[in-house]
């Protein structure tokens, strides 16, 4: 019997809103992939994403018109050349490293991690808000090892000195989501050095970001919206320190595994990092960040609600899947 697809969204409400430079979410809304052989289901999940374009109706058509590839053998290699990267791949491709996991009784992780894999820590959170609001999240969070602070706004000094002040023992990743430009980024980067910050991400517009190959980094900078496949690295050598991989950008784990060895080889620091969604949607994901330098895969710990059986957190540590989740 032909392997069988199909894709459904699914809604899940967060505990309270999530905010970024480009707006605020309530609820994680994401699309999951099931492919089928024999009785035997792999699943994959992926969170569509405005800022690139998709909507959770144009990611589950776009999905569903892989269909008669799918039923008529299509492997993960033959996918990353017959679909571009974004969510819709990123769906398809878990849903067949999850599948062919289950029918050959071997993990995922046996090929995709050089060690066995074992609890990573990661950056919990801080929404973007009013610096006392966000001072007090911080400070609840103080005892993580990583945070990971949403800024972005023409003037973030405010901020930046609460959290530092809230949370002295944390590493800081501040998360700009393109939100400053070349009138106040110098300004910023002094004062995150100043502040002992540990990384700045996407700081600039992905389209205006050549400001970075000709000012002084005094904190790392990490691209994120800048970078979604290896093919975008070569191009970002001289402007960012580092690179977040996220499986909806790449387009699944399998082009994931290939652009974190190559960015390695050129350099760069590297963050696995994910949209908010579920553990479905993390689990491949921490499998590939056995070996990163920064881990931001708390997506789970936004939801009122989780998928059961989900990762599990415990403190700042994260999980690899169990073989009910994934892989």
Same mark, same amino acid.
């Given at each position: ?59 589950? #058509?776009? @999905?569903?018109?892989? =269909? ?7 492997? /993960? *290699?033959? %996918?990353?050349? $017959? ?87 944390? #590493?800081? @990743?501040?998360?700009? =989501? ?7 980024? /110098? *300004?910023? %980067?002094?004062? $995150? ?135």
């Amino acid at each position: 019997m032909p392997r069988q697809l199909h894709a459904q969204i699914d809604s899940f409400p967060l505990t309270r809103a999530f905010t970024i430079s480009r707006g605020a979410k309530t609820s994680a809304e994401v699309v999951t992939c099931t492919i089928t052989e024999n009785g035997v289901s792999g699943r994959g999940e992926c969170v569509p994403y405005k800022r690139y374009g998709e909507t959770v109706e144009g990611v589950v #058509e776009a @999905i569903e018109a892989f =269909n008669d590839a799918i039923a008529s053998g299509m492997s /993960r *290699e033959e %996918l990353q050349d $017959a679909m571009a990267a974004g969510a819709a791949r990123n769906a398809i491709d878990c849903a067949l490293w999850d599948l062919d996991a289950r029918l050959s009784g071997n993990r995922v992780s046996t090929l995709a991690c050089r060690i066995l894999p074992r609890p990573v820590p990661t950056a919990v959170t801080i929404s973007l808000g009013d610096p006392a609001d966000m001072a007090d999240e911080a400070r609840a969070h103080s005892s993580q090892k990583l945070l990971k602070v949403k800024v972005g706004t023409s003037d973030d000094r405010a901020r930046m000195h609460a959290v530092a002040s809230a949370a002295p023992n944390a #590493e800081i @990743i501040l998360d700009a =989501n393109e939100g400053w430009d070349e009138s106040n980024i /110098r *300004e910023h %980067l002094l004062l $995150a050095a100043e502040l002992h910050i540990g990384l700045i991400e996407q700081p600039l517009p992905a389209d205006k970001d050549e400001i970075l190959a000709h000012i002084p980094h005094p904190v790392p900078i990490c691209a994120d919206e800048s970078v979604h496949t290896l093919a975008d690295l070569e191009s970002l050598v001289d402007r960012y320190d580092a690179i977040n991989i996220k499986l909806d950008k790449t387009g699944g784990l399998t082009e994931a595994l290939r652009m974190r060895d190559h960015a390695r080889e050129l350099g760069f620091g590297v963050m696995i990092g994910c949209m908010v969604g579920t553990s479905l949607a993390m689990a491949p994901a921490v499998l590939l960040a056995q070996d990163a330098d920064w881990v931001d895969l708390d997506g789970p710990l936004l939801l009122a609600r989780d998928r059961s059986p989900g990762l599990v957190y415990a403190g700042s540590l994260v999980s690899p899947p169990s073989a009910e989740l994934w892989g």
